[in-house]
């Protein structure tokens, strides 16, 4: 669902810019603005970001943040770099931070894509967290866990793709 366009905003162009900028968009069967805008700000980083508000003000976050994961999986390499060039912009937990990041991080590499910079400042998790409580399974997690997940000190045994 698209937000409502409650907001002006107008522009100067020279008429050879003008008449560019319509080509491209009636190349891409768009409106001048659309086109506009979808370079600006493109779907998949809205898709991204409305996943992560989802995510922030969810009471079932592990539903939330599977639906961002299936979003996420959908997308191209060029599209993931995209989505995710911007840090989150609603406030997360520490673990759901890290375990955004995490994806973020272990998409990329599964994607071929770059990870982007804001990953870096986010501080792993003081203290363990992992995917099950049965003690049984704590090694198993520790060696299977994606290396992304670990530096984060989350032990899980899927991600991005997988499902437990």
Do not use: C
């Amino acid at each position: 669902m698209k937000p409502p366009k409650t907001e002006h905003l107008q522009i100067r162009v020279s008429p050879s810019q003008k008449l560019a900028i319509k080509q491209q968009a009636e190349r891409a069967r768009m409106s001048m603005s659309e086109w506009i805008l979808a370079r600006v700000v493109p779907p998949s980083r809205v898709i991204f970001q409305s996943g992560v508000e989802e995510l922030a003000g969810s009471d079932e976050p592990s539903y939330a943040f599977a639906e961002l994961l299936e979003a996420l999986g959908a997308m191209s390499a060029e599209e993931f770099e995209s989505a995710v060039a911007e840090p989150p912009g609603a406030l997360l937990d520490a673990y759901w931070h890290n375990y955004l990041t995490a994806t973020v991080e272990h998409a990329a590499a599964a994607k071929g894509a770059k990870a982007p910079s804001w990953t870096r400042d986010v501080p792993p998790l003081d203290e363990p967290v992992f995917g099950s409580s049965l003690e049984s399974l704590r090694l198993h997690l520790l060696v299977s866990s994606p290396p992304a997940f670990a530096a984060r000190n989350i032990f899980i045994d899927a991600s991005v793709g997988g499902r437990v």
